[in-house]
């Protein structure tokens, strides 16, 4: 969990975790070198519940490097991420075990995504094998867990949609990942985020595949537009038919 600024966040986020129904975890903090009051309440739920590490750089390095310094010091046999602002809901983890236990090297889920006053839910794919990602990242970050005993720690990259190009890595070692329909929790879409900007959203989909990823140029284009029509028809959809079962203002536990 990469934390900058995020004293009026944290808390929830790190509840959501150590609430889950799978207990057997750990929660690795990473203060950014925050400013506000973020570390020490890091520090509090540390010494409030014995399964949180809080780590903290030098100096700010950036989203990326935050998660790969939690990733170097994870001692569990699968890692899973979730950012300070988000929510899991309570069998996210368990519905991951159960997956894992029936073979599964990778998996993710559906989940919330929660812009303003408005939301919708993302439903998971089925599975997802390296070539769905010219299209689109389909792992929401949130959801995703992955086996470090069969394919080793992968980090992110230092590059914008770092979880889109680290998720594809994931995928590509892996050779497959298996999809949950079962809404995992919430991701909030921050005012002024990429999420929201749909330019620099194409900007960095197109530098992904072909700087990060080394999609060939041909395969690259075909990808970039059917990321277009992919991205029109998906919010068309969320808009015309939202799921109202689920609600990104009501608390995961009531």
Excluded at 11 to 25: F, I, K, N, P, Y
């Amino acid at each position: 969990m990469p934390a900058y600024q995020a004293s009026a966040t944290l808390a929830a986020a790190a509840s959501s975790v150590l609430q889950q129904t799978e207990r057997d975890l750990e929660l690795l903090i990473v203060d950014d070198f925050s400013k506000d009051e973020t570390y020490d309440i890091a520090l509090g739920l540390q010494a409030a519940d014995r399964r949180v590490k809080v780590l903290r750089p030098a100096k700010n390095g950036g989203v990326a490097a935050a998660r790969n310094l939690a990733i170097e010091a994870a001692e569990g046999r699968y890692i899973c991420f979730l950012d300070s602002d988000d929510l899991w809901y309570p069998g996210k983890l368990s519905l991951q075990r159960a997956a894992f236990k029936s073979g599964a090297t990778v998996s993710f889920g559906s989940y919330i995504r929660s812009a303003g006053r408005f939301q919708s839910v993302r439903r998971a794919w089925r599975s997802v094998v390296p070539r769905d990602f010219l299209i689109s990242n389909p792992i929401g970050n949130l959801t995703g867990a992955y086996s470090v005993e069969a394919i080793g720690k992968i980090y992110q990259p230092k590059v914008r949609h770092e979880d889109y190009v680290m998720w594809y890595e994931i995928v590509r070692k892996a050779g497959k990942a298996f999809g949950i329909d079962e809404v995992m929790g919430v991701y909030h879409v921050a005012p002024g985020s990429v999420s929201g900007n749909k330019a620099k959203a194409a900007l960095w989909h197109w530098q992904a595949l072909r700087q990060s990823m080394n999609v060939p140029l041909a395969p690259a284009v075909a990808g970039f537009v059917g990321y277009a029509v992919y991205s029109v028809a998906v919010r068309a959809r969320e808009r015309l038919k939202v799921d109202r079962r689920y609600s990104a203002d009501r608390s995961p536990y009531q």
